[in-house]
């Protein structure tokens, strides 16, 4: 009972941020979305998940994708089953006391922990390899970014931070600014873990490599339904004849698996084995994908077309964050010395 009562008072705190640089695919939704998802309906979790377009500034140069990217993954969410009641869904930009924070912590953040951040040193290897000045096409808002992604995990001190493999680096650099602070300010942060999805590493795309933006090699979460069985068609597969036996180690298995039950996938297997043909397996895949989008591929068009609904739903997540931010950056600011 006295475990219940904690579990009460003291819910776990979870927190992820979403970079608004493109089109929501299939590796996203059972990588990341469907679990975030999953876990929201846990009464014993407390969910903040952000968008996160100030880190997306890095990328995203214009108006238009800003805009086209940011509406894509907040309707992507709300189509998804995010429901608002249950998480405290809101823009990063909404809520100012990140990037206060974010300069606070600038100052206890040493260059050389930077200069060592993967996104960073990805960029460095490659001018050198290059040739060229080593921090060529490198903003200010790149090599900080960790620093602001620090920010937005201990504004709200959470603990368990869901992120792809690529985020975890990122994470220990958020965990070591909130050690570096609470030592020189006392016992402020909350010091987070990342928690990383198995599934991320899993999920196939249409070439067999791991479904990635920067491989190519997505399929899209929502588009038409003509787009859709596109993709399928253009998933690779080898010159077997339709009557020659299939194994089930395949790129169109992998991705029925995620959709169908466990008997759709048994019988599915057993007739890839008695030699179903690629077309007809495609023609199926897409059915059985179909199946499961396009009820929320109605959601993602009905929020798509009522933007101010969507624009609602977080200005309120951002209240309700800046609710916890607000008290939060007031006693940073004490611990400081900035205020009284
Ligand atoms: N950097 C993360 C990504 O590229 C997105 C992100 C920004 C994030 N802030 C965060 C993730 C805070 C977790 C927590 O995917």
């Known amino acids: 009972k006295v475990a219940l009562l904690l579990r009460g008072f003291m819910k776990e705190r979870v927190l992820t941020g979403i970079k608004p640089t493109g089109y929501a695919h299939l590796g996203n939704y059972f990588g990341a979305i469907k679990p975030a998802i999953e876990m929201s309906k846990d009464e ?12 997306a500034l890095t990328t995203v140069k214009t108006r238009e994708e800003m805009e086209e990217f940011t509406y894509n993954i907040a ?3 709300l189509a998804c089953g ?14 100012p006391e990140d990037l206060e924070l974010g300069w606070i912590l600038c100052n206890l953040t040493p260059k050389g922990l930077m200069n060592r951040a993967h996104a960073y040193k990805a960029c460095v290897e490659k001018n050198e390899a290059a040739g060229v000045d080593r921090d060529a096409g490198v903003n200010m808002g790149l090599y900080n970014y960790p620093v602001l992604m620090a920010a937005d995990i201990l504004l709200f001190n959470s603990k368990r931070i ?25 016992n402020i942060f909350t010091l987070p873990e990342s928690f990383v999805e198995k599934e991320t590493s899993i999920l196939v795309g249409l070439d067999g490599r791991k479904m990635s933006k920067s491989y190519g090699n997505t399929i899209q979460l929502f588009t038409d ?14 010159s077997r004849l339709p009557g020659e036996a299939k194994d089930t180690d395949n790129t169109i298995c992998k991705l029925y ?5 466990p008997d759709e996938v048994q019988d599915f297997e057993r007739r ?3 030699g179903l043909g690629w077309g007809d397996a495609k023609k199926e895949l897409f059915a059985k994908m179909n199946q499961t989008i396009s009820p929320m591929r109605e959601k993602f068009d009905y ?13 309120e997540g951002a209240k309700k964050a800046r609710a916890i931010a607000t008290p939060m950056l007031a006693k940073i600011k004490k611990a400081i010395g900035i205020t009284r």
């Open 225 to 238: 339904e003509k787009t859709l069985q596109k993709s399928v068609n253009r998933i690779v597969t080898d």
């Open 303 to 315: 929020y798509q077309s009522h933007r101010d609904e969507v624009d609602v739903i977080l200005e």
């Open 75 to 77: 309707c992507t969410w």
């Open 162 to 186: 869901p992120v792809g493999l690529d985020q975890t680096q990122h994470v220990e650099i958020a965990r070591d600014i909130a050690i570096y602070f609470n030592n020189r300010y006392g």
């Open 272 to 274: 890839m084995l008695e």
């Open 44 to 55: 014993g979790i407390d969910c903040l998940y952000f968008i996160a377009d100030y880190h």
């Open 82 to 95: 995010l429901d608002p009641s249950k998480v405290i869904f809101y823009k990063q930009s909404d809520i």
């Open 257 to 261: 698996r995620l959709f169908a039950t």
